[in-house]
Nanobody, 121 residues
């Protein structure tokens, strides 16, 4: 079964940093784009970043541009999201999913359990 498992969440103070990890199992993630999504309490899930299969193209939502960095290590079947200058309103469950390309809505993997990020003093 193809799946991605998110980790690295936790409690961080406003202005702090976290690095999330997305580990692939059951398939070779290097063949797919990987998107990071988040869902805050009472809000719809949103895509915040995506990286192409090669890592050569990255996209960011305006809300995180300049503060978040997506990267991948295809040798390790891993994708990362470095989050800096975190804000309380970014408290959410963060998810990753594999898809055909960053512009595609065709997904290879389903929603996982995600990783909780809480930004609070």
């Amino acid at each position: 079964q193809s799946q991605l498992v998110e980790s690295g969440g936790g409690l961080v103070q406003p202005g702090g940093s976290l690095r999330l990890s997305c580990a692939a199992s059951g398939f070779t993630s290097r063949s797919y784009a990987i998107g990071w999504f988040r869902q805050a309490p009472g809000k719809e899930r949103e895509e915040i970043s995506c990286i192409s299969s090669s890592g050569g193209t990255t996209n960011y939502a305006d809300s995180v541009k300049g503060r978040f960095t997506i990267s991948r290590d295809n040798a390790k079947n891993m994708v990362y999201l470095q989050m800096n200058s975190l804000k309380p309103e970014e408290t959410a469950v963060y998810y990753c999913r594999a898809k055909l390309s960053c512009g595609s809505s065709v997904f290879l993997t389903s929603w996982g359990q995600g990783t909780q990020v809480t930004v609070s003093s």
